[in-house]
């Protein structure tokens, strides 16, 4: 039975068509997966069906709710239909709720939206709303703030409200994109289990084909604001239609493939040596706790780990160039910790980095010479290398008097990019290069940081939480976890046969574009949370609470792993005291 | 919370300390009370004047440090010394910070929310004809000087006068002497009250406007229309809840910084208050007083910034951690 109808959708913000004659209809209990890159229109046709599009916004065509038109019906009507038979659930949790008021009343705000109830009644049922999407505590977490929960419990809360008056229609708008992968797993569990509750029909927007091959039963791809195509699941993984969903798919990294790869040259130097890295921000616990790890000439290293895990604050560490709290950092065979300025400068040649979102790294009143001119000039070279340097990272020189903002996304990765290479570096840091963008654009920028590398004989240092991206590109490995390294070596050693029970969780939680195959895994999402960067470690393995082998452990063997703190055994390996136990 | 309210109190304390002593300084080596007798006709001697002055520590022929000093050990005990003539300082600003708080607090509180109003609704329906119309009242009054702000309300307020045959409004001063009622009290309120609400309604609605726009297209304020609430619930409890935070801090600083600041609203209707005392007392050589009124305005600003980070955590839970 179709409860939601959409015919012949435009969307014109002024001139320009947003979205131009998008069609699709969902039924009872059938899950739409929406697909397609950034400015493909796909956030905004389901604003469009709720009715939440700005007012400048002109919206066309037919929108049918169990046979009702939606567009051009009364203000009135629309409030009483939203939240009550449609449902929407947004990307970012945080910015999506209301940061003044409490959990438990902006859950019950959306009751009463709907119901004639008491306040008091109204709380009770929000806090029931709360234990359903599987919040610890729910009546006592309902008092708290949304800055007092982390991305994973927001979103659930946003799933409550969605859920909360029995929708006949959800609408996900990205819903899990800015989550850690195996939070990912468990809102999707939620998901599933409020589709169950409720009964409804869900169109699921996102970017990630991973997601919607676990869960869409039909998916429609959208491009340029016009459907490119819309199939069965398997019929659009397996035998798509259209070139530009061929292209969508084979641009996806996989994690669940062996890449081949030249070999890096074996015993190559050392251009990165860490030993014994510690960093801790005022009185809080470690945020990075004894991480050892070393980058050879010409090797690209990835180091992986989920939000809060010390990823970000080790690259820091290395990039101050200085003596770090206890440990030892050697750049090039320098030891930071005995630098004078001076040759701080000059080491600073040989070590750059690229930041995650080049809107935000490059500044907007430079033109783009100017930008890839300023490390020249801070180093007292002359800028005559910038065209040069444009024309290696592929862009025209001709554009160099323009400003970051006239340029795409991609574009703007390979200014930084440009940027970074201007001294010449041995060493690149790369901090989430490619997340801030398109799966297509992203193979391309990848592709190019490759080829960077073979010719200029750069290592890498990547940091990233795509685990797909860091199989594809990187020759070694190291899975941190609250701060310390969990397990580390050959990339294909570690992603084939994972050791650490947490290498394996976050490898399993991450969604595979194959339909067959999402349906054929057993799902078990890791429970619990990443922990944040302040949170205090007791004694013994820092992974135990969350970990699926300890809890089925004897008792005598569970007791090393409370008692005694795992480490790595060596170069390679797992700081895991039972890397064969439980799951295998 | 209470600790670190505390050590902001503390940090205040020695910046009023220093704002007044500065101030002081300042104002007994700049004015001379002097000169105040020196204009007396028969011109009194020279010892009379240095015990009159000594009296009242004013003698400038007494090493600047001493003076400070004992200017420093009343102020401590809240004894802000005598004016060139001999009058109690304390008395006077006692007398005169009652007529400025009167005045300020129904000014800024009627100022403050009928910007807020207008600059909610201006905001709500940018670039409709409402937020045109108030963009353009706005600049128009920021770009009018009080001085031709009040006497515009005056001569409008004759008018009316003459109009109805009746005295409506008053113009000069708090109270007509010898009658104590309430209604007289608020005929003499209206016209100053409405000068400087004009004026703060002018700078609120453009603050307001601007902070409500920046959140109208937050993601939570789409999360409560997708609940179903009515645009206007959710941009009230939610849009304008969250847009009212930075608003509330500058309406405490304001309150503070008004304190002594609405010298021209006093004058012209006549409200002798401490704005236009302080004019007043400079023009006088009137040391004590200048350094007394200085204190006054530091310890204000300074209230002002306390109840600013309260309001601000009353109304944030986020900046309540901690």
Not at chain 1, 157 to 183: G, K, R
């Amino acid at each position: 039975m179709t409860v939601l109808e959409v015919r012949d959708l435009t969307v014109r913000f002024g001139e320009t068509p947003a979205v131009q004659g998008v069609a699709f209809e969902v039924a009872r209990g059938e899950v739409l997966g929406v697909v397609g890159e950034s400015g493909s229109g796909k956030s905004v046709s389901v604003l469009a069906v709720l009715g939440l599009l700005p007012r400048q916004a002109a919206v066309t065509g037919s929108v049918r709710l169990h046979g009702r038109e939606l567009l051009g019906a009364p203000e009135k009507e629309l409030t009483a239909l939203r939240g009550r038979s449609l449902a929407m659930v947004f990307q970012d949790p945080l910015a999506a709720l209301t940061p003044v008021h409490r959990i438990g009343d902006q859950v019950a705000e959306a009751i009463l939206a709907h119901q004639d109830l008491p306040r008091k009644q109204a709380r009770a049922r929000a806090v029931d709303l709360l234990d359903l999407v599987g919040i610890p505590e729910p009546g006592r977490r309902a008092r708290a703030f949304p800055h007092e929960f982390s991305g994973g419990m927001r979103q659930r809360v946003m799933i409550a409200m969605a859920v909360a008056n029995d929708p006949d229609v959800i609408i996900c708008d990205e819903p899990t994109t800015a989550l850690d992968v195996t939070v990912q797993a468990q809102i999707l569990d939620v998901l599933g289990t409020a589709r169950r509750e409720t009964g409804a029909a869900v169109v699921f927007v996102t970017h990630d084909l991973g997601v919607v091959a676990g869960l869409a039963d039909r998916v429609m791809v959208l491009r340029a604001g016009r459907v490119e195509e819309t199939a069965p699941v398997d019929d659009l993984f397996f035998r798509p239609r259209t070139a530009y969903t061929r292209n969508l798919l084979a641009a996806v990294p996989r994690i669940d493939r062996r890449h081949r790869r030249s070999a890096p040259p074996p015993g190559g130097e050392r251009v990165l040596q860490v030993e014994g890295l510690v960093k801790r921000y005022g009185r809080g616990a470690r945020a990075v706790d004894r991480v050892s790890f070393a980058v050879r000439a010409g090797e690209t290293f990835g180091l992986v780990g989920e939000s809060g895990c010390g990823k970000t604050t080790t690259l820091m560490e290395i990039l101050a160039l200085a003596a770090p709290q206890a440990g030892r950092i050697v750049v090039l065979g320098r030891d930071t910790a005995g630098l004078t300025r001076r040759e701080r400068l000059e080491l600073r040649r040989d070590l750059q980095v690229v930041f995650q979102d080049p809107m935000a790294s490059l500044d907007p009143r430079m033109t783009v010479h100017d930008i890839v001119a300023e490390p020249l000039r801070a180093h007292g070279l002359a800028a005559d290398r910038v065209p040069e340097l444009l024309r290696l990272v592929g862009l025209d020189p001709g554009q160099a008097a323009r400003y970051p903002q006239d340029f795409s996304g991609g574009q703007r990765q390979r200014i930084a990019i440009a940027r970074a290479l201007a001294l010449a570096p041995r060493l690149l840091v790369l901090d989430e290069p490619v997340s801030a963008l398109d799966v297509s654009i992203r193979a391309e920028v990848i592709a190019l940081l490759a080829d960077l590398k073979a010719r200029l004989g750069l290592s890498y240092l990547l940091v990233a939480h795509d685990l797909a991206l860091v199989r594809g590109i990187a020759d070694r490995v190291a899975v941190m976890y609250a701060g310390r390294i969990v397990e580390i070596g050959p990339v294909e050693a570690v992603f084939a046969e994972p050791r650490h029970p947490y290498t394996r969780a976050l490898l399993a939680a991450v969604p595979v574009p194959d339909p067959a195959r999402e349906r054929a895994r057993r799902r078990a999402p890791l429970r619990g949370e990443p922990p944040g960067g302040a949170a205090a470690y007791p004694g013994g393995c820092r992974f135990r609470g969350r970990c699926p082998v300890y809890a089925e452990l004897a008792a005598a063997p569970a007791s090393r792993c409370v008692n005694e703190e795992p480490e790595l055994g060596g170069a390679d390996g797992a700081a895991c005291h039972h890397p064969s136990g439980g799951t295998r | 919370m209470a600790g670190f309210l505390a050590r902001r109190l503390i940090g205040y304390v020695v910046l009023v300390a220093v704002a007044a002593s500065v101030a002081y300084l300042l104002a007994a080596v700049a004015l001379n009370p002097r000169a105040n007798y020196a204009e007396r006709t028969p011109r009194p001697p020279e010892s009379a004047v240095d015990a009159q002055l000594a009296a009242y520590n004013l003698n400038d022929k007494e090493p600047l440090a001493s003076r400070f000093a004992t200017w420093a050990g009343g102020a401590l005990r809240g004894d802000f010394g005598r004016t060139w003539n001999g009058a109690s300082v304390n008395d006077d600003l006692g007398r005169r910070a009652g007529v400025t708080l009167r005045l300020v607090a129904a000014g800024l509180l009627l100022g403050a929310v009928a910007g807020i109003a207008v600059g909610a609704c201006a905001a709500v329906g940018q670039y409709g004809w409402f937020d045109r119309l108030s963009t353009l009242a706005s600049f128009g009054v920021l770009a009018v000087p009080t001085v031709v702000l009040a006497n515009v309300l005056i001569i409008g307020a004759v008018w009316l006068n003459d109009l109805t045959g009746m005295k409506i409004f008053l113009v000069s001063g708090e109270a007509t002497p010898g009658v104590d009622s309430v209604l007289d009290r608020l005929r003499h309120l209206v016209l100053p009250t409405l000068t400087l609400a004009l004026g703060m309604a002018a700078v609120f609605s453009r603050y307001q406007r601007n902070m409500l726009l920046d959140v109208l297209g937050a993601d939570f304020v789409r999360t409560a229309r997708a609940k179903g609430l009515t645009r206007r619930a959710a941009y009230g409890r939610h849009a304008l809840r969250v847009a009212l935070i930075p608003v509330a801090t500058y309406f405490a600083f304001t309150f503070g910084a008004l304190l002594v600041g609405t010298t021209v609203t006093e004058t012209i209707f006549g409200w002798y208050g401490l704005g236009q005392q302080l004019v007043a007392s400079i023009r006088a050589n009137d040391v004590n007083t200048v350094a007394a009124i200085s204190c006054l305005a530091a310890v204000a600003l300074l209230v002002a910034a306390v109840a600013a980070d309260v309001l601000h955590a009353v109304l944030d839970p986020r900046v309540r951690a901690t």
